[in-house]
């Protein structure tokens, strides 16, 4: 367990290097400079030079990506001008745009996902797993064919026209709620939950398809297995067979797939926070790479790929703890 | 913000795994299912609508790129004049806010560029995919430990930064749809690379490849003649599904502002347009909104049948 | 509510370091009305919560030295008071710079190249401590800091030694051009005349800044203010509370009127939001208005079908023009025949209605828009009429040597793609070619306002600093404010001696009327050279909550003034 774990974590170290200085090296080959965006209008020629040395861009790229790195690693003592402070490892250095240190602008708004996530998360379980159960019960029926249907068209619909569609209906035509405007759950709970409903929605649906054909294939595939034929055999109900056995071999699968998409969508959904106003990474990371800001392009792409890297360790982790026959 | 299939909505996930299969009994199975009938049918009509779109929008009687600010109401931020987004017999599903284009042109010109670019990057997908999954499964133990590495980083790749950057790195004058193509397949081969590679690597232990072996074949004739043939039906099945998520990424990307070039329409863009407008002019966004849905489910909807339609257990649905 | 707002060359900068976009709106002739039916009296308008909805999420908070504001902004100018300030009044008025911590607005000498200011007495900061002019030296000085980047230019360029001069943290802290003699007195020496100084000082650079409490690159969270409000709570991205400053008095300053107890801010709202909850006007939001986000066009629409709601709706224009900007160093706009014919062939009916109709976008064929009243002269040198004029621009192709038309690349923001779409299809009648060059906004600034690699064509826009003529066209067509490196915005790359002589000349004119009568006459003289194509000046119309009383724009900025709005 122990050796798998340290395994995995350098496996993701490596992946990470490689992630984080291939996303600089791309980035500082874009056609921009920040400093000119940094200094302002009028910036003379000096000036210019200067802001380019205050946020270190005046040296070669290996240069800047080790002290990006070491930075990151062992911390670094920034000056502010008349003092210095000190910013302590994992340190993502200073935004090239807003001056904020990065590790706080990313967990600013990492609740922001975390809530979208964790919300989407126990919606589409439940509308998949429960849209799988209900299309199983009667495998080749009309209704079986209608739920995979429907299950299929929302799972290939795109977020953004899903989103766009949900906000028409609920927000200008029915008027049942308000364009969303993201409340803290620590905040206002009733107002987290309402304001989130509509993207939570929308990720839920389109995410739901793949869970709901798992627990039906998982389902068809338990219904061979001899211990539930004894159970038929023995005359329960289908249904307690379906929902209380036979689902338990489509588990490891599904909380596999789970984790795995949760880690991807942790670290930012572009489209639905764009689409809802939602102050989460996803925007963060778009508007970052617009203006070409390094520190919190590379600090984005190191905790979505560390999410990533978490998830898959979580989805194994799971998979072994679900499934006896898998062990690590 | 990587464009996972859970962000975009890509039905990109692999499905159940045939082994091996005959495309020409597949095909007429797919023909033999309704839901295959009515996909197939929508898709060709698609394609027909984004080879016809100059022949479409001349018998309109629009043009995809004219101005008509005579149909607009200045004084009302620039919204169409007229009932449903200003709908007449001259344009057929009104006309753009603030511009006054014609939307109908504008749609079936915007097919080219969806339908094209999806196209494209899957089949760029397609090309490299197979490469790098029989190079790693036929080439020997480094080539494999080697591609395989790659193809991981491939697949941990934050895909939207690096479109947005490469986008952006790219000179404009660098034809934009094509470039578009590039960086979808560039980004997206990985998963065919990864099944591929699997599938070879169970194919390669089969005796007729054995034997192909021991009468002296070359690798390439081995992976030619022996290997491909028994790809066809899951690579066939994953480009499928993979086609309509491509559709959705380079409307995503449109979406963001990052697509082709204006005046060109494609529909990600028309959509990205139009999301300020669906409480003035909802016409203006249901189109666009409805027309990708539709090619998208069609798509999807194609690739389904195909998959049921290729597996040998098929008969079981 | 997708797209990305509105940001504009002159914004941009602002906007993505100062998180403000206050300082777009740069006065305005539009007009001014009180929304609500009660009268407001300014003797009674004390009390109550003053609410904001804004867009922006202040991620760079309010450093006076980073931010860049016109006549101190709207937030800032709660929390800072500087040397002279706009006039918070209604009207034409409203462009007037008068004293704020001051006693006037500054005596010029030496042909207005030394100017003298002397604080009111009794002056405070929040803390309790004394405001003395070494607080104000020290404001200016740390805005020359490259850690403290992003201000307006102008303290550079105008101080003696400002060229060379690195801020007060480096080993040569002190800048001798400001003077310092007492307490109370503060000295600007210029390196030329420069008669619009006492505008300048109306900029948050003339803030006060203890030296004791200065954070350097923190010190943005948590400002010592000297104005009439002080930060309870800031939480950058999400909300700003300020409370009264119990040691700011009233009697020393004329122009802020106060009239809130508290101003609780929201930040990073999206403005589809900003604009429902302010139509809706329910709860706290009847108290609300915004200080950044407009009306966009589809939103407009929508208000104009409501009564109701349009008598909530304060609209006014901003001097500021968004023009095509030619290299003249690069063909084939080194020949003035060409650039007349693209002139010509400009379709500004089009180009309007591409920004979002006549509420968004005014027409406009001077470089100083009309908005900026006083240093306005009309002029049409060459007339393209509502839509263009294809047939001259042809003609005048064909003089010029190119018979077959001409294909020219148009570099412009990728972030507002509206009028060059309009410009090609307006273009394409007249046998010009653009090929459309989208850029993101960092590349286009550093690849627009470099002069090594300026574009031939480029779509820009320019707004004023200040309600004169003189940072309107100087920093565009003066020929020594040509900037090697980056932040060039003398875009047409022109020089000609005499012009620069002629902005020498009225710089050192102190009477403000005549000086914009002599602005406006070089905008004309300039504007026969077809340097660039004036499009259109930007126009814009707000929503206030129902309960909101005197929510005029003010006319330097074209916003309300939010030191003057009541919700009593």
Redesign the interface.
């Known amino acids: 367990m122990i050796r798998f774990l340290l395994r995995r974590l350098a496996g993701a170290a490596a992946?990470l290097l490689?992630?984080a200085a291939?996303?600089y090296l791309?980035?500082y080959?874009?056609?921009?400079?920040?400093?000119?965006?940094?200094?302002?209008?009028?910036?003379?020629?000096?000036?210019?030079?200067?802001?380019r040395?205050?946020l270190g861009t005046d040296r070669s790229v290996p240069e800047q990506f080790w002290s990006f790195l070491s930075t990151l690693v062992l911390g670094h003592r920034?000056?502010?001008?008349?003092?210095t402070?000190w910013c302590s490892a994992p340190c993502l250095g200073?935004?090239y745009?807003?001056?904020?240190p990065v590790t706080q602008?990313l967990l600013?708004r990492l609740p922001v996902d975390v809530s979208l996530t964790l919300g989407a998360a126990a919606l589409w379980l439940l509308l998949g797993i429960g849209a799988g159960l209900f299309s199983v019960l009667r495998p080749?029926t009309l209704r079986d064919r209608i739920t995979n249907?429907v299950v299929?068209?929302l799972?290939?619909?795109?977020?953004?026209?899903?989103a766009?569609?949900l906000?028409?209906v609920a927000c200008?035509w029915l008027k049942v709620l308000?364009?969303?405007?993201y409340v803290p759950l620590t905040e206002d709970p009733a107002q987290w939950a309402q304001n989130l409903l509509l993207p939570w929605l929308a990720?839920a649906l389109?995410?739901a398809?793949?869970y709901t054909?798992l627990t039906r294939?998982g389902v068809l595939e338990a219904l061979s297995l001899d211990h539930i034929r004894t159970l038929r055999a023995y005359g329960f109900p289908e249904r307690r067979i379906v929902t209380r056995h036979a689902i338990r071999v489509a588990l490891p699968t599904l909380a596999t797939v789970a984790a795995l998409?949760i880690g991807?969508?942790l670290?930012?959904?572009?489209?639905?926070e764009?689409?809802f106003?939602l102050?989460g990474?996803?925007k963060l990371?778009?508007e970052a790479?617009?203006?070409?800001d390094l520190p919190v392009?590379c600090g984005?792409?190191l905790l979505?790929?560390a999410l990533?890297v978490l998830a898959n360790t979580a989805a194994d982790l799971l998979h072994a703890a679900l499934d006896p026959r898998v062990r690590i | 913000m990587t464009l996972t299939s859970t962000e975009l909505g890509a039905a990109a996930s692999p499905g159940r795994r045939p082994a091996g299969g005959a495309a020409t009994t597949g095909w007429a199975r797919l023909r033999a299912r309704p839901a295959g009938r009515v996909a197939l049918l929508t898709v060709g009509l698609l394609v027909l609508v984004a080879l016809a779109a100059p022949l479409l929008s001349a018998v309109e009687g629009q043009d995809p790129n004219t101005f008509h600010d005579d149909l607009l109401d200045s004084a009302t931020g620039g919204s169409p004049l007229g009932r449903f987004g200003g709908i007449s017999a001259d344009h057929w599903l009104g006309v753009e806010p603030t511009t006054g284009r014609d939307l109908f042109a504008r749609l079936v010109y915007g097919a080219r560029v969806s339908l094209g670019v999806a196209a494209g990057a899957t089949a760029g997908q397609l090309l490299i995919g197979l490469l790098v999954g029989l190079a790693a499964g036929l080439g020997g133990r480094w080539a494999d430990a080697v591609l395989s590495r790659v193809t991981d980083l491939a697949l941990a790749l934050p895909g939207l930064f690096f479109s947005i950057a490469l986008l952006a790195v790219v000179p404009q004058s660098f034809p934009r749809p094509l470039l578009l193509g590039l960086i979808l397949a560039g980004l997206g081969w990985a998963p065919t690379a990864r099944i591929v590679r699997a599938e070879a690597l169970v194919l390669r232990e089969r005796e007729y490849v054995a034997a192909a072996q021991l009468t002296g074949a070359s690798t390439w004739r081995i992976a030619r003649r022996e290997i491909l043939p028994g790809l066809v039906a899951p690579v066939a099945t994953y480009t499928a599904l993979a086609l309509p998520g491509n559709m959705v990424a380079e409307a995503g990307l449109s979406f963001l502002g990052l697509g082709v070039k204006p005046p060109t329409p494609s529909w990600g863009q028309m959509l990205s347009g139009a999301t300020t407008w669906f409480q003035v002019d909802p016409a203006y966004v249901l189109i666009p909104a409805l027309t990708l849905l539709v090619c998208v489910l069609a798509f999807t909807g194609l690739g389904e049948a195909l998959r049921v339609a290729l597996d040998p257990k098929g008969a079981r649905r | 509510m997708l797209r990305p707002a509105r940001i504009h060359l002159f914004t941009a900068a602002v906007a993505v370091l100062t998180g403000s976009l206050a300082a777009c709106g740069s006065g305005t002739t539009g007009s001014s009305a009180s929304g609500s039916a009660d009268a407001f009296s300014a003797a009674t308008c004390q009390g109550g919560t003053l609410h904001v909805l804004n867009a922006s999420k202040a991620t760079s908070g309010y450093d006076p030295a980073v931010l860049y504001t016109s006549g101190g902004g709207a937030i800032p100018r709660l929390l800072f008071r500087t040397l002279t300030t706009r006039q918070s009044v209604a009207g034409a008025e409203g462009t007037k710079v008068v004293p704020d911590l001051a006693t006037d607005t500054g005596r010029p000498s030496q042909n207005a190249t030394v100017w003298t200011y002397h604080l009111k007495p009794g002056l405070r900061y929040a803390d309790g401590s004394a405001i003395t002019s070494a607080d104000i030296k020290y404001g200016i000085e740390r805005s020359f800091s490259s850690q403290l980047a992003g201000g307006p230019p102008y303290l550079r360029d105008w101080l003696i030694g400002g060229a060379d001069y690195q801020g007060p943290y480096g080993s040569n802290p002190d800048l001798a051009s400001i003077a310092t003699p007492d307490a109370a007195t503060v000295v600007f020496h210029l390196r030329k005349s420069e008669g619009d100084f006492p505008y300048l000082a109306a900029e948050t650079q003339f803030a006060p800044v203890p030296k004791a409490k200065d954070t350097g690159k923190e010190y943005n969270a948590a400002p010592v203010s000297s104005g009439p409000y002080t930060i309870a709570s800031f939480t950058k991205g999400k909300e700003l509370d300020l409370v009264r400053n119990p040691d700011w008095s009233r009697s020393t300053d004329q122009q802020r009127l106060a009239c809130p107890d508290r101003i609780d801010i929201s930040l990073g709202l999206s403005a589809a939001v900003i604009n429902q909850r302010l139509s809706a006007s329910i709860g706290d939001d009847a108290d609300a208005i915004t200080t950044d986000t407009a009306l966009d066009a589809p939103t407009l629409a929508k208000v104009s079908a409501s009564p109701a709601l349009k008598k909530r709706v304060v609209s006014g224009q901003f001097p500021d023009t968004h023009y095509l900007a030619f290299n003249v160093k690069k063909a084939p706009f080194d020949n003035q025949q060409v650039r007349e014919a693209l002139a010509y062939a400009v379709d500004r009916t089009a180009v309007v209605n591409a920004e979002g109709g006549s509420q968004l976008a005014v027409p406009s064929t001077t470089f100083t828009p009309a908005s900026l009243a006083a240093a306005h002269q009309d002029y049409d040198w060459f007339p393209a009429g509502p839509t263009g004029n294809p047939d001259q621009a042809k003609r005048l192709l064909a003089q010029a040597g190119h018979p077959n038309g001409i294909t020219v690349p148009l570099a412009y923001d990728n972030s507002d793609p509206a009028a060059a779409t309009a410009l090609q299809q307006a273009f394409a009648k007249a046998g010009i070619t653009l090929e459309l060059t989208p850029l993101d906004s960092s590349a286009f600034s550093s690849t627009v306002n470099n002069p090594t690699t300026e574009p031939a064509l480029s779509l820009n826009s320019w707004g004023a600093d200040w309600p004169s003529g003189g940072p309107f066209l100087t920093p565009i067509f003066d020929g020594r404010e040509i900037v090697s490196g980056g932040g060039n915005f003398n875009l047409a790359q022109y020089n000609d001696p005499q012009i620069n002589a002629e902005i020498d000349r009225i710089n050192q004119i102190t009477d403000y009327a005549t000086a914009q009568r002599q602005w406006a006459a070089l905008d004309a003289r300039i504007g026969k050279l077809a340097l660039n194509v004036p499009l259109y000046a930007e126009a814009s119309s707000v929503l206030h909550g129902s309960h909101v009383k005197n929510t005029y724009l003010d006319q330097w900025r074209g916003w309300y003034d939010i030191a003057s709005v009541s919700v009593k």
């Not at chain 1, 874009?30 to 003379?44: E, I, Q, R, Y």
């Not at chain 1, 920034?78 to 003092?83: I, K, N, R, V």
């Not at chain 1, 790479?289 to 070409?292: E, F, M, Q, R």
Request: hydrophobic share 50%; proline share 8%.
């Open positions: 992946v490689v992630l291939v996303t791309l980035f080959l874009l056609p921009g400079d920040p400093a000119v965006l940094a200094c302002g209008k009028g910036c003379t020629a000096p000036q210019l030079d200067a802001v040395h205050a920034f000056s502010t001008g008349p003092t402070v200073y935004s745009q807003s001056n904020e602008m600013d080749g249907a299929l068209a799972g290939s619909t795109p977020v953004f026209v899903l766009l569609l906000l028409m200008v308000p364009f969303p405007s990720i389109v995410s398809a793949g054909r294939a998409d991807a969508l670290s930012g959904a572009v489209f639905t764009t689409m106003g102050p990474l996803g990371a778009v790479a617009g203006t070409i392009v984005i792409t979505a790929g990533v």
